[in-house]
C-alpha cells in the first residue's frame, strides 16, 4: 500500500470546498471478489467521512 496526502480545492453548487486528500494504492489480485468489495467499501467510506463522492480508479497492470 503507498499513501499519498495532496490537499486540494474544488466547487459544487457554487460552493468552494478545500480538502485534505488522501491518495491510497492497493495492489489486489484481478478478481471479481476483489472489485465488488471496493464498491461495497467505497459506501461505507462516503457515511464515515461524510463525503458526496470518493473518487476510485482501477487499472490492471502486467508485469513483466
Known sequence: M????VK???IYQS???EDKLVRVW???EDIPSNLEF???YKEIL???FQ???IWITAQQIEVI
Do not use: F
Not at 2 to 5: G, S
Open 38 to 40: 471496493i464498491r461495497n
Open 46 to 48: 462516503k457515511e464515515r
Open 2 to 5: 503507498n499513501i499519498i496526502i
Open 15 to 17: 460552493t468552494l470546498y
Open 26 to 28: 492497493i495492489d489486489t
Open 8 to 10: 486540494g480545492h474544488w
Open 51 to 53: 463525503q458526496l463522492d
